[in-house]
């Protein structure tokens, strides 16, 4: 055995401390991880691998941060949240545009049907005769409301009822009959006459507009007639045509001018709503004619349109 063994007692030899490289003395140890032979000694035993020593000591936990503490400048940068108000689709922004223009129509058109260019040009006696018209026609619909519910009471009164019934059968039929132009009619009224301009004549359209104008000034029954023939009845199926030489078609009978026509109904009423700034006395001037009116005490509606012929209809009884 060399000085570097020693007996085991087995016989085998022991080999010498692996740590101390054995080679010449003076000689640099040759390899690449060998430490610095000057931090060798003798009596300071080797350091520990870094591995073994990190498996040792346990794992120091990081120090806490506190909020005065600037983050590291490796840390990404926070992504700041957007508020949500501020988060704008197209979908958002096309509502919002759509509501808008929503509203803009809107009031335009309350501007628009809330002002009345023909009221606000009215002076203020037309508005006072218009009022009056108004009042006029409000208490006519009272006094029939109240004969209504009075005919409802004597219907309900028992041994009444048949001969109240009958009685209003009857004062209905003659003013479906005065109506439908087969009864004769007098009463309070007015008589409407239209004068022809120069080389203008009454046109048929500004008849209609008359009658329409008095039937909704409360008219009940009207007849029109010319400078020649026998006058015509109006009710609710007449047409008005122009004719030749400016004469008036009426239900298919030629009635030449100036034409007159009869109507029975409040005479104030229906004066006023002749009169109406831009009606028909106003639309007849523009055209170079005149309309008078005479208010009469009797006026008297003589003529009278055939029943119509039923075809189909039956009464039930």
């Given at each position: 055995?060399?000085?570097?063994?020693?007996?085991?007692?087995?016989?085998?030899?022991?080999?010498?401390?692996?740590?101390?490289?054995?080679?010449?003395?003076?000689?640099?140890?040759?390899?690449?991880?060998?430490?610095?032979?000057?931090?060798l000694s003798p009596l300071v035993p080797?350091?520990?691998?870094?591995?073994?020593?990190?498996?040792?000591?346990?794992p120091a936990s990081p120090p806490e941060?506190?909020?005065?503490?600037?983050?590291?400048?490796?840390?990404?940068?926070?992504?700041?949240?957007?508020?949500?108000?501020?988060?704008?689709?197209?979908?958002?922004?096309?509502?919002?545009?759509?509501?808008?223009?929503?509203?803009?129509?809107l009031v335009v058109q309350f501007k628009?049907?809330?002002?009345?260019?023909?009221?606000?040009?009215?002076?203020?006696?037309?508005?006072?005769?218009?009022?009056?018209?108004?009042?006029?026609?409000?208490?006519?619909?009272?006094?029939?409301?109240?004969?209504?519910?009075?005919?409802?009471?004597?219907?309900?009164?028992?041994?009444?009822?048949?001969?109240?019934?009958?009685?209003?059968?009857?004062?209905?039929?003659?003013?479906?009959?005065?109506?439908?132009?087969?009864?004769?009619?007098?009463?309070?009224?007015?008589?409407?006459?239209?004068?022809?301009?120069?080389?203008?004549?009454?046109?048929?359209?500004?008849?209609?507009?008359?009658?329409?104008?008095?039937?909704?000034?409360?008219?009940?029954?009207?007849?029109?007639?010319?400078?020649?023939?026998?006058?015509?009845?109006?009710?609710?199926?007449?047409?008005?045509?122009?004719?030749?030489?400016?004469?008036?078609?009426?239900?298919?009978?030629?009635?030449?001018?100036?034409?007159?026509?009869?109507?029975?109904?409040?005479?104030?009423?229906?004066?006023?709503?002749?009169?109406?700034?831009?009606?028909?006395?106003?639309?007849?001037?523009?055209?170079?004619?005149?309309?008078?009116?005479?208010?009469?005490?009797?006026?008297?509606?003589?003529?009278?349109?055939?029943?119509?012929?039923?075809?189909?209809?039956?009464?039930?009884?």
């Amino acid at each position: 055995m060399s000085d570097e063994q020693r007996d085991t007692g087995t016989g085998w030899p022991e080999p010498a401390d692996p740590g101390r490289p054995s080679g010449p003395a003076g000689e640099p140890d040759p390899r690449p991880d060998a430490p610095d032979p000057d931090e060798l000694s003798p009596l300071v035993p080797p350091p520990e691998a870094p591995e073994r020593q990190e498996r040792q000591e346990p794992p120091a936990s990081p120090p806490e941060e506190s909020a005065a503490t600037p983050r590291a400048e490796a840390d990404p940068e926070p992504v700041k949240a957007v508020p949500a108000g501020r988060r704008w689709s197209s979908a958002g922004v096309m509502i919002a545009v759509l509501l808008a223009l929503l509203g803009f129509t809107l009031v335009v058109q309350f501007k628009t049907t809330s002002t009345d260019p023909t009221l606000a040009a009215t002076r203020q006696e037309d508005l006072v005769r218009i009022f009056s018209d108004l009042d006029s026609r409000e208490k006519r619909l009272q006094q029939d409301i109240e004969a209504l519910e009075e005919s409802q009471r004597q219907l309900r009164s028992g041994e009444q009822g048949r001969q109240a019934a009958l009685d209003e059968a009857r004062r209905r039929a003659d003013e479906l009959g005065i109506l439908a132009g087969t009864l004769p009619a007098r009463g309070p009224g007015l008589e409407v006459r239209f004068e022809p301009g120069v080389g203008k004549p009454i046109r048929a359209d500004r008849i209609l507009d008359a009658v329409q104008e008095l039937r909704g000034a409360g008219a009940e029954a009207m007849q029109i007639s010319g400078s020649a023939g026998s006058p015509v009845r109006i009710i609710a199926s007449t047409y008005f045509l122009d004719g030749q030489g400016g004469s008036l078609v009426v239900d298919g009978r030629s009635l030449s001018g100036p034409f007159t026509i009869t109507v029975i109904g409040d005479p104030a009423t229906m004066r006023t709503a002749l009169k109406i700034p831009g009606g028909v006395a106003a639309s007849v001037a523009g055209d170079g004619g005149n309309v008078t009116d005479d208010e009469r005490e009797v006026a008297e509606v003589s003529a009278l349109h055939a029943p119509m012929k039923l075809e189909h209809a039956r009464p039930v009884s």
